[in-house]
């Protein structure tokens, strides 16, 4: 079960040697964008192993410490030095070594995965060609963001995006009732979880239009009322990125709050490696999970493992202390609800780009990973796919398409007793779920 291990909270956190490359990788992304990745490059093995061999990042928790009983935490982690994989990548590809990022300061350019990069992954080229027009996907985050809308903006034009503004409706920013106006107090450290979710939603679904509503504060109670907002509003995907310790109250938070057939509910798994946590609890949202995302020479051009940093830094998963499990999870070593049902990318490692300027942390261009990168990756695939059918739970979708998944098949996040809650496997294990998108045939009704 899901422990109070403190979150990372003004700790500097080192990851350790990355998985060495053993064969040349060759690069792909799109070149579409105002900023798309290189052209395809092969780049030879001594090259990358010499980038890889130096990689290590240390990130940061945006926001603090393990919450109290009823509370949750948001589950982004911010790079705050080091080399990541986008790093290692264009360093390889101009035969340099690769720069870092220096401590408590964001980068004039991105330094993570953006947009092409995030769509090369998970088969979504085609896909993103309507990206996600006619839907509305609601981000549901604590506190305010007062530069939400102007970071989104320079995030969309630097990648070449659509504009997503107010002025012209595909933006709009709320309290947990509803109000433009009336809205919570500030607080610097969800604000850089508000971007990465902004940010992630328009990378994957640049289209679609997007609601924001923000919490009061980080009660279950108030995140809970948010989501519930969220769907009166319209929204039928709806993005959750924070969670907290299991309780005896889970399921009538069930019921109040995350109980909405015919809207995608998707919840970070958590970030503090094996356990389990809620909402991601819920049998009525998607759980997702989160994993390191490489550059390779399959023919996919990436490779996905389990994100697992330490002993209690990675993705989370297992087995529910109270949900009850839903009748289309059918794996026989827990009874009661299962974490996780799908995952993406969240090792900060092979974070993606996010622009973030209010508050301390609120620099610019920054590099987030964490489960709170993989949740509304997922809720735009959603999006992506078409609307759910009126009665239906989403979450079962990729359970009847797990052949249009990509397996993600190793790793681990920690040490349990029944293999699969904790180890990846071939089909379906808990850190992983089903696996990563493969275009979105495994997120239709």
Same mark, same amino acid.
């Given at each position: 079960?899901?422990?109070?291990?403190?979150?990372?909270?003004?700790?500097?956190?080192r990851?350790?040697?990355?998985? !060495? $490359?053993?064969? *040349? +990788?060759?690069v @792909?992304?799109?070149? &579409? =964008?105002?900023?798309?990745?290189? #052209?395809?490059? /092969?780049?030879s093995?001594?090259t990358?192993a010499?980038?890889?061999a130096k990689?290590?990042?240390?990130?940061?928790?945006?926001?603090?410490t393990?919450?109290?009983?009823?509370? !949750? $935490?948001?589950? *982004? +982690?911010?790079? @705050?030095s080091g080399t &990541? =994989?986008?790093?290692?990548?264009? #360093?390889?590809? /101009?035969?340099?070594?690769?720069r870092?990022i220096?401590?408590?300061?964001?980068?004039?350019?991105?330094?993570?995965?953006?947009?092409?990069?995030?769509?090369?992954?998970?088969?979504?080229?085609s896909?993103?060609?309507?990206?996600?027009?006619?839907? &509305?996907?609601?981000?549901?985050?604590?506190?305010?963001?007062?530069?939400?809308?102007?970071?989104?903006?320079?995030?969309?034009s630097?990648?070449?995006?659509?504009?997503c503004?107010t002025?012209?409706?595909?933006?709009?920013?709320?309290?947990q009732?509803?109000s433009?106006?009336?809205?919570?107090?500030?607080?610097?450290?969800w604000?850089?979880?508000?971007?990465?979710?902004?940010?992630?939603?328009?990378?994957?679904a640049?289209?679609?239009?997007?609601?924001?509503?923000?919490a009061?504060?980080?009660?279950m109670?108030?995140l809970?009322?948010?989501?519930?907002?969220?769907?009166?509003l319209?929204?039928?995907?709806?993005?959750?990125?924070?969670?907290g310790?299991e309780?005896s109250?889970?399921?009538s938070y069930?019921?109040s709050y995350?109980?909405?057939?015919?809207?995608?509910i998707?919840?970070?798994?958590?970030?503090?490696?094996?356990?389990?946590?809620y909402?991601?609890?819920?049998?009525?949202v998607?759980?997702?999970?989160?994993?390191?995302?490489?550059?390779?020479?399959?023919?996919?051009?990436w490779t996905?493992?389990?994100?697992?940093?330490?002993?209690?830094?990675?993705?989370?998963?297992?087995?529910?202390a109270y949900?009850?499990?839903?009748?289309?999870?059918t794996?026989t070593?827990?009874?009661?609800r299962?974490i996780?049902?799908?995952?993406?990318?969240?090792?900060p490692?092979?974070?993606?780009?996010?622009?973030?300027t209010?508050?301390?942390?609120?620099t610019?261009?920054?590099?987030?990973?964490?489960?709170?990168?993989?949740?509304?990756?997922?809720?735009a695939?959603y999006?992506?796919?078409?609307?759910?059918?009126?009665?239906?739970?989403?979450?079962q979708?990729?359970?009847?398409?797990?052949?249009?998944?990509?397996?993600?098949?190793t790793?681990?996040n920690?040490?349990?007793s029944?293999?699969y809650?904790?180890?990846?496997?071939?089909?379906?294990?808990?850190?992983?779920?089903?696996?990563?998108?493969?275009g979105?045939?495994?997120?239709?009704?």
């Amino acid at each position: 079960m899901r422990t109070n291990a403190p979150h990372i909270s003004g700790r500097w956190h080192r990851i350790g040697t990355a998985a !060495a $490359a053993g064969a *040349a +990788l060759l690069v @792909t992304g799109l070149s &579409t =964008a105002a900023h798309a990745d290189p #052209a395809p490059h /092969k780049v030879s093995a001594r090259t990358l192993a010499a980038a890889v061999a130096k990689a290590h990042v240390r990130y940061e928790s945006a926001c603090g410490t393990t919450p109290k009983k009823g509370y !949750a $935490a948001c589950d *982004a +982690l911010r790079v @705050t030095s080091g080399t &990541t =994989a986008y790093l290692e990548k264009q #360093a390889a590809l /101009k035969g340099v070594a690769p720069r870092t990022i220096r401590p408590d300061a964001a980068s004039a350019t991105p330094t993570g995965y953006g947009p092409s990069d995030l769509r090369s992954a998970y088969g979504l080229t085609s896909a993103s060609s309507s990206g996600g027009s006619g839907q &509305t996907i609601a981000i549901v985050d604590a506190y305010d963001d007062p530069n939400a809308e102007a970071d989104l903006a320079t995030y969309r034009s630097y990648y070449g995006l659509s504009a997503c503004t107010t002025a012209n409706g595909c933006f709009k920013k709320v309290s947990q009732t509803g109000s433009t106006t009336s809205l919570p107090a500030a607080d610097s450290g969800w604000a850089g979880e508000i971007s990465l979710d902004l940010d992630m939603v328009s990378a994957i679904a640049p289209n679609a239009h997007i609601l924001l509503v923000e919490a009061k504060s980080s009660s279950m109670a108030n995140l809970g009322t948010a989501v519930n907002e969220a769907v009166k509003l319209g929204a039928r995907f709806v993005s959750n990125s924070y969670g907290g310790s299991e309780s005896s109250s889970d399921t009538s938070y069930d019921s109040s709050y995350f109980n909405h057939p015919g809207v995608a509910i998707t919840v970070s798994a958590g970030d503090e490696a094996y356990g389990a946590e809620y909402p991601a609890a819920s049998r009525y949202v998607t759980a997702v999970g989160g994993t390191r995302l490489s550059t390779s020479s399959t023919s996919r051009g990436w490779t996905e493992s389990v994100w697992k940093t330490s002993s209690t830094e990675g993705t989370g998963s297992g087995c529910s202390a109270y949900d009850a499990k839903p009748s289309w999870q059918t794996d026989t070593g827990c009874s009661k609800r299962m974490i996780a049902d799908v995952s993406a990318v969240a090792d900060p490692a092979t974070g993606v780009s996010v622009y973030d300027t209010y508050g301390a942390d609120g620099t610019g261009w920054n590099t987030y990973g964490g489960t709170s990168a993989s949740a509304p990756i997922i809720a735009a695939v959603y999006a992506l796919a078409g609307t759910p059918g009126s009665s239906d739970y989403p979450a079962q979708y990729p359970y009847r398409h797990t052949s249009a998944l990509n397996d993600v098949t190793t790793g681990n996040n920690g040490s349990c007793s029944t293999g699969y809650f904790c180890t990846a496997a071939t089909g379906y294990d808990g850190p992983t779920g089903w696996g990563t998108p493969a275009g979105v045939s495994a997120f239709t009704g």
